[in-house]
């Protein structure tokens, strides 16, 4: 089947506030005294916030109650969302309008499928709050990826079918939910290299809309599995 819309993660995908979520986690790890790293950060890609803090948790030595968790994640998100005041729409990453204006011009939909409770603001920071058909967020959902329920809420919200989108993601729980959802997947940045991508490119810079649309690779190119459809 064709597609007919792209599904767009976001942290990662169409701005680079990833390095935002590790600081602010990495600035509370400290100060509980627990040894968060850069290579601990990478699990908490795609994510939700909760289960970030239950990752992270996970490394420290005692029990934390419900009430601290819940200071925790607040606190996590003050830092976070301080950081946030800078975004503008210079930080769009590189070849994100192009494909955005490529794909209305060839009447493809496009939409936003982010697990983050934050995605109103950064999409308005950056200028791109109503740029979309539709957006799925963290907002919006009970289970964070890998389920596949914000991708297939922002799929519903667009009228489409799973077997018509192609999601572009960055983080591995993001292919995971992508592809149990019944949609093909584009893995960007550290997903370029998932064996679960059915196309991939190291940034969205070098992806042509037409090898996008193609939703796969020759099976000569192709990475990892073949594709789900
Ligand atoms: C995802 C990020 O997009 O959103 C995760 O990749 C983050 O790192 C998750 O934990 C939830 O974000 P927020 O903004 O609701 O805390
Ligand atoms: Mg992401």
Known sequence: M????VIFDLDGVIVSTDEFHFQA???????????FTRHDNEALRGVSRAESLEII??????????DEK???????NTY???????????????????????????GVAIAIGSSSKNTPL???????????????????IQKSKPDPEVFLL????????????LVVEDAEAGLMAARSGGMRVLGVGGAAASALADLSAPTLATMEVQTLLKGDLDAEE?????AMS
């Open 2 to 5: 064709s597609i007919t819309a």
């Open 25 to 35: 986690w990495k600035r509370l790890a400290d100060e509980a005294g627990i040894v």
């Open 57 to 66: 948790l996970a490394k420290s030595k005692r029990l934390w109650s419900q």
């Open 70 to 76: 819940n200071r925790m994640m607040e606190t996590k």
């Open 80 to 106: 976070y969302r301080d950081s946030l005041q800078t975004l503008s729409p210079q930080d769009i990453l590189p070849g994100v309008m192009r494909i955005l204006k490529e794909l209305k011009q060839a």
């Open 122 to 140: 950064i999409l308005q920071k950056i200028g791109l709050a109503s740029a979309f058909d539709a957006v799925a967020d963290g907002n919006d």
């Open 154 to 165: 922002a799929a519903q919200r667009l009228g489409k079918s799973p077997a018509e989108c």
């Open 222 to 226: 192709a990475v990892g599995l073949p």
